[in-house]
């Protein structure tokens, strides 16, 4: 007998657990599968699963990404972008002293 492949979910939330291969359907399965979803919840009555999706899950980490900017993180790019501005200044003294050099003999 060829063995199928069932989704479990809890029975009293409806959490996705695991997918198992088996004989007969196991209780508190299904044979939908909770493809693209994240934290997907299998909703009895409708039968289907529901939850966020990848993207959406994708899109709203990038969101919080960018909102939650790490103060470390923030104070070395301020310490880098301060220290070439020196290394410039300094490019350009060296500059200046070694025109006055040229010019002075």
């Known amino acids: 007998m060829?063995?199928?492949?069932?989704?479990?979910?809890e029975p009293n939330t409806g959490h996705y657990l695991?997918?198992?291969?088996?004989?007969?359907?196991?209780?508190?399965s299904t044979e939908l599968e909770p493809t693209?979803?994240?934290?997907?919840?299998?909703?009895?009555?409708t039968n289907k699963w529901e939850g966020t999706s990848i993207a959406d899950?994708?899109?709203?980490a990038k969101k919080s990404a960018t909102t939650n900017v790490d103060p470390y993180q923030q104070?070395?790019?301020?310490?880098?972008?301060m220290l070439l501005q020196k290394s410039a200044q300094q490019?350009?003294?060296?500059?200046?002293l070694t025109a006055q050099l040229k010019g002075g003999n």
């Open 57 to 60: 899950e994708m899109a709203k």
């Open 36 to 45: 693209g979803l994240v934290d997907a919840v299998f909703n009895t009555d």
């Open 18 to 28: 695991r997918g198992v291969f088996a004989d007969t359907k196991p209780a508190n």
């Open 91 to 96: 490019d350009i003294k060296i500059a200046q």
């Open 2 to 9: 060829a063995k199928n492949i069932y989704f479990l979910y």
């Open 75 to 81: 104070r070395m790019a301020s310490v880098a972008q």
